[in-house]
């Protein structure tokens, strides 16, 4: 496995393992993480080992896409445990860069790819500018790597339509991978942010993902969905959740239309200081209150 942490580092890297080679290039598959490489990210690489010549991670915690200073500072770093990790799972690539790689002209002043889904809401609202940051991120890397296909976990439901939406608005040439989210036994969704809870928010956190099972099978029964999300936040808030939000919405992120079937319950809530957030597709028709 090649680890490499600069810019140029990571063309020689490219060149040496045939990605920068004229005529047919190998296909070069790419995990953008933040590290904390937990079984989701294994998921991702193993799903990108199966279509690609190149497997490639990148680790790099950016900064430009936090809200909160504290989340930053806190965020787990955890380098050496996932570079084993990587290896293990035979990773070609490695990138880990520092800020004066990725932003070499400063975190404020440089070119940025704005959200094309601000309008939508949920993280937005609640994390204003966060989608700008993690589309920026995401732009630069694939300018760096020139991936094939880059692979995202569903469990950040708008961060994929958001890269998705970057990817056909500006023709870039990578074809995006969702995958399915991996849970813990009890269906919470695997996050580096778990890491943070205390044992006593660990036993309360599966919550979030019954809640919105709970959702999504009340709406099989025809149950209104705007009842539904103001149901499902008040039963989160009972249990000890500061709510963010629950919407149901269709898989384009936009409020449901009647008899719109393709839909998916999102969530966002924080337990103590640990912000988590899941959601699930269903095939089901909503309905809405006269
Ligand atoms: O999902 C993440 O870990 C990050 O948002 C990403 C896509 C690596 C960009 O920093």
New binding site residues.
Partial sequence: MIQVSTRSGLDRALAQVGHRAGGQRPHLALV???GNIHAGHLQLVKAAKLRADITAVSI?V?PT?FNQSDDFTHYPRTLDADLNKLAGEQVDLVFTPDSEEIYPHGETLHAQVESPLAAFGLENSHRPGHFRG?AT??CKLFNLFQPTSAL?GKK?YQ?LAVINAMVNELFQPVEIIAEETVREADGLALSSRNSRLTDEQRAVAPLLFSTLKTVANDLTHGADYRELEQNAAAMLTTAGFNVDYVAVRDRTLRTPEPGDRNLVVLAAAELGKVRLIDNLETAIAATEAA
């Fill in positions: 953008p993480t933040m790099y950016n896409q993690v991120v995401v995202f950040d961060q």
